[in-house]
């Protein structure tokens, strides 16, 4: 089957309220899609890894004419891609070279929570830093680092703050994937962004229910070329946007392979040409460009949107065909004895909540024993102006998605995920287990909303290790 279908509900993508911004197509040259380098470690000692991740602030070149002030991690917008293994232990020297506070949360990362996954309990100072350090124990994925200080998460990201995070495996490593960084895997960060005389002007555009940009850019780049160098690539496909979905297809119809998504490898290919992706969802996708000859062009689309531009060159042959099964997903039984968590995103504008409350630092709102697998219901209830979809994301573990409404999760839903795009009057069944100890966040990832307070707190608690967390409040942020 080749799915030819985007899944959503149709009529709760773009009709949520009056403030919606639709693309324009930006006068811009076209200019080399920009990948981002591999950030280097500062030191490499056995199965220890140390490395250096600086917010600072810089120009960029985006538009013709002046330059942009923009803030990124190791670079001036957006930052260089951090490459971790599975199994090796990191330690990470976080900098704060911005005039204010900020936080790096590791999106999509199973690490302990409140400090180290980065939310708004681990504040770094402007001028200052903070040193973590965890051992990676999960899963090959495309995952993400963004700031997480409450309430200004939406405005950090749309100044820049965002960057790619491949973690690698010894079992994706050996499945016929292209995976050479930059050449034929490449991340494609998703984003929209408005610009007054050539600056970011977030309180301009702001819109409670997610902020939304006139123009399209990959990896900071708009109106981006990549340059098809083999007859197979990876797209790393991460929707980093304040608030927009992206609704991908070619134009030309060309279909494409999803292999992955938020929490790994797929059990099996999904053939397809046509991929929604929510906030702060990710797809990765294998694109055979077989069928073109040197010379052709093919756009990435978003609706009629061009996203990018592929400019297909002379490649070798390469008939590599993907396994019909890709990995196994562990089979979780929930834990006998537990009730199906109930939790409701509900509201639009300055109206929404999560659990009929907004978000509170120093409340704690559940508790889950880690190693215990338990069904939640994810619940958007809202249905005003034919309502919206809010992207549910769970901090410090990954679940899998039993249904939705009853009806079975989307055929490119069937791994791992952190986050899940709930359309209006839906209710998703996920299973839920944590790893490892934390107080972690869970939340709606249109980043406005999670601001205004649409998001929570779970304690991932072990009996037999009691933790006492200093949870900190707004005032120290
Ligand atoms: Cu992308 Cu609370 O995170
Ligand atoms: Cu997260
Ligand atoms: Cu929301």
Sequence with gaps: TVYNNYFYDEPVYDL????????????????????????????VDGNDVWYTIRAQAGETQILPGQKTKTWGYNASLLGQTIVLKDGVHYHVHIVNDLPEVTTLHWHGLNIPGPITDGGPHAPVYPGKSRDIEFTLNQPAQTDWIHPHPCPN?????????AAAVVVTDDI????????DYGVDD????LQDRSYHDNQLDYDADYDMDGTLGKYMLVNG???????????????????????????????????FTQIASDGGVLPEPVQMKKV??????????????????????????????????????????DDTVLPAHLVDIEDWQPTPGLP????????????????????????????????????????????????????????????????????APYPNEHGFKDTVGVNA??????????DVLGVFMYHCHILEHEDTGMMAQIEAYDPDQPQTYHLLSMDDL
């Excluded at 083999?230 to 030309?252: K, P």
């Excluded at 040197?294 to 002379?314: C, E, H, K, N, S």
Aim: aromatic share 8%; hydrophobic share 40%.
């Design 340 to 407: 199906v968590e109930k939790t409701v995103m509900s509201g639009m504008d300055d109206e929404v909540l999560l659990d009929g409350k907004l978000f509170d630092m120093q409340r704690i709102d559940r508790r889950q024993q880690v190693g215990t697998v338990v069904d939640w219901d994810v619940t958007n209830t809202n249905e005003m102006d034919g309502g919206m979809i809010h992207p549910f994301h769970m901090h410090g573990c990954h679940f899998l998605i039993l249904s939705r409404n009853g009806h």
């Design 172 to 179: 994706e490593g050996k499945l016929p994937f292209p995976r």
């Design 425 to 434: 009057g839906e209710t998703v069944r996920i299973r839920v287990k944590f």
């Design 276 to 317: 929604m992706l929510t906030a702060a969802e990710r797809a990765e996708v294998i694109v055979d460009f077989g069928d073109y000859k040197p010379g052709d062009r093919v756009q990435l689309m978003t609706d009629d949107m061009p996203v990018m531009t592929f400019a297909i060159g002379d490649f070798e042959r």
């Design 186 to 189: 490449i991340p494609v960060v």
């Design 153 to 161: 998460t939406a405005r950090q990201v749309w100044q820049g703050l």
């Design 221 to 255: 780049t708009i109106n981006g070329v990549f340059d098809v160098t083999t007859q197979r690539v990876r797209l790393r496909m991460l929707n980093g946007a304040d608030r927009r979905e992206y609704r991908l297809h070619f134009s030309d119809d060309h279909e």
């Design 16 to 43: 949520h309220d009056g403030g919606y911004v639709p693309l324009e197509h930006a006068d811009v040259p076209e200019q080399p899609l920009n990948v981002p380098a591999v950030l280097k470690p500062d030191k």
